[in-house]
């Protein structure tokens, strides 16, 4: 059967018949599995062409393995994107829109990613933040060994703590050894683990979820020394997308909640820098964790039978477009870095363009293992594009965000659906379907969007303008097919809270 993912979404449930893996992935013994997460990463890195940041580790682990330029989370914000990535389903179809949602209240017999594994004799295991950053979001089922989320002498502040309303600073360089933050001790924790695993009879499924560069932008002074501060400086006010209704844009403003920000997020030129500064300080940081953890695979002579998948959980935006961190259907927040090796796969370091999402991790690593997975999922495996990066991808992708952003049913849920060159987004009330507003980007117009390095950003909405009414009227009707058949909307039973802060509209 052919595997190629060119076909409407619409016809997804199709591609998920089981096919015979390619006998360049097939191996002697079952693989074990090493899944790597970085907290708000951005591809902020040298291998999809940031020419800014330092990230050696992973771009020296990307020209082993397949990066996936244009891969999509299908919501850009932590728990609800590692829910989709962990569960194969979409946000809809598992109701975890917020945080504090949890899959098992709506499908409490659900059989994850790692419990898949687990359950056909895979030893799973989870350091760091995988599922969620809070222990109420935990989900014991998936592992054979309790998961250490965070230890108590792991600190996010070194110099500094929060108090009162406010979370604490929002960035930190301490002159101190990377073992003195969170991730170093996690990498150690992670490197000790992997040897204890290696003397086991059985495979692995290890799952490690680095905390940087997730808020506040914390790191050993090392780090923010590798950059010279003026290369972050940002020439005059960026603007917000033009004809971009209010709703596109958080009620959630994550940077405004921390000392020294203003609430609305309308931060100096100069905070801006600092700030740009020390997110970048922070991906070094973790990249340099993760070198020490793949090393300790090639040490321990793991490479050969281990699948890494190396990924973000959303993209982030630093002042684009007068927007902070994530949480919106944009370019910047949705589209995120995926790098994936498996054993034996056909012309690694050749990167693939085929248009890739989340959901689609579930079933990859099951072909890649050999293993059956649920009919349920709402993804097709990625296997093929192991063989032949050149192979197609999906036509269309699908994000989303939900309004206001609570952990009860949403008011307002955006759509947002991506091709090579478009993005149409849709936003509905949710009891009645009505539609509230809609955008419209095209990436092939200097007009719409602006290219900055690597960097994708909406400048004007075009969805009014009538030379563009044939091309919004065709993507509203591709979106119309793939909600109706990818789609099966859950309601919580969960009272709605109304968000405290109001979206914020600036000129």
Request: glycine letters at 6%; charged letters at 25%; one cysteine or more.
């Amino acid at each position: 059967m052919k595997r190629a993912l060119s076909l409407s979404l619409a016809l997804l449930p199709a591609l998920l018949t089981a096919s015979p893996v390619p006998d360049s992935q097939k191996a002697p013994h079952r693989l074990n599995v090493l899944m790597i997460f970085v907290d708000d990463l951005r591809p902020a890195l040298g291998c999809y062409g940031d020419n800014l940041v330092k990230s050696p580790n992973i771009d020296r682990f990307a020209t082993t393995a397949r990066l996936f330029r244009r891969a999509y989370c299908h919501q850009s914000v932590c728990g609800p994107s590692r829910a989709s990535i962990l569960t194969g389903r979409l946000p809809d179809n598992t109701g975890v829109w917020h945080n504090r949602n949890r899959f098992r209240d709506v499908h409490p017999d659900l059989v994850t990613l790692p419990q898949l594994f687990k359950n056909h004799g895979w030893h799973t295991q989870a350091l760091g933040k995988v599922f969620s950053g809070n222990e109420r979001e935990l989900d014991p089922a998936s592992w054979s060994a309790s998961e250490i989320l965070r230890k108590e002498d792991w600190p996010n502040y070194i110099l500094r703590s929060g108090g009162g309303r406010k979370k604490g600073a929002p960035l930190e360089k301490a002159d101190v050894p990377d073992e003195s933050y969170a991730d170093g001790k996690l990498a150690s924790l992670a490197i000790e683990t992997l040897a204890e695993l290696n003397r086991q009879s059985r495979p692995f499924f290890l799952a490690v979820g680095f905390f940087k560069p997730h808020l506040p932008f914390n790191a050993p002074k090392k780090y923010w020394d590798l950059y010279d501060p003026a290369t972050f400086a940002v020439e005059g006010q960026p603007k917000r997308t033009r004809g971009a209704p209010p709703v596109a844009y958080p009620d959630h403003l994550e940077l405004g909640g921390y000392q020294g920000v203003p609430e609305d997020e309308d931060v100096s030129p100069e905070l801006a820098r600092e700030l740009r500064h020390g997110y970048y300080a922070c991906v070094s940081y973790v990249d340099a964790q993760i070198g020490r953890l793949l090393r300790a695979l090639n040490t321990q002579s793991l490479e050969d039978n281990t699948i890494v998948v190396l990924l973000g959980d959303h993209g982030y935006s630093l002042g684009e477009a007068d927007h902070w961190c994530k949480d919106t259907n944009f370019e910047l927040d949705t589209r995120t870095p995926l790098i994936i090796r498996a054993p034996g796969m056909k012309q690694p370091g050749v990167a693939t363009e085929a248009l890739t999402e989340y959901v689609d991790l579930y079933p990859t690593l099951a072909e890649l293992a050999q293993l059956t997975p649920p009919s349920s999922l709402d993804g097709g495996s990625l296997a093929h594009l192991l063989d032949d990066p050149s192979a197609k991808g999906h036509d269309i992708v699908l994000s989303q965000f939900s309004r206001p952003f609570t952990r009860g049913n949403p008011e307002i849920m955006g759509y947002s659906i991506r091709t090579d060159t478009h993005r149409y987004t849709r936003w509905i009330e949710w009891v009645t379907s009505k539609v509230l507003a809609e955008e419209l980007y095209d990436y092939t117009a200097g007009a719409s969007a602006s290219v900055q390095g690597e960097y994708l950003i909406e400048r004007r909405n075009v969805v009014s303008e009538p030379s563009y009414a044939a091309k919004r009227d065709w993507l509203g009707g591709k979106m119309d097919e793939i909600i109706a058949a990818r789609l099966k909307p859950v309601t919580l039973d969960v009272p709605a809270k109304k968000s405290q802060k109001q979206t914020i509209q600036r000129p």
